[in-house]
């Protein structure tokens, strides 16, 4: 509880090196969403990165239940 966050991977399906910008939200038991992250992730081309992505900051940390990431993030050439 001190240091909450999620784990993170992201694929670069490209030809060539991208910075990627990636979505997550942090939810309770009921599926409320408690903070909303974001985070700018540079990615090889053909390659992927894991990142990690902090919780800190929510004022609620003890009710996360789950987060979940939006499927695509959107490439910042």
């Known amino acids: 509880m001190a240091d ?3 784990v993170v991977e992201v694929r670069n399906p490209n030809g060539r090196d991208a910075v ?3 979505k997550m939200t942090f939810e309770n038991a009921r599926g ?3 903070m909303g992250a974001g985070e700018q992730v ?7 990165t894991t990142t990690r992505i902090s919780a800190i900051g ?12 939006e499927p695509i993030a959107v490439a910042n050439w």
């Open 20 to 22: 990627f910008f990636m």
């Open 4 to 6: 909450p966050y999620a």
């Open 58 to 69: 929510s004022g609620h940390v003890e009710e996360i239940a789950h987060c979940e990431v």
């Open 32 to 34: 409320v969403v408690i």
């Open 42 to 48: 540079s990615v090889p081309a053909k390659g992927r």
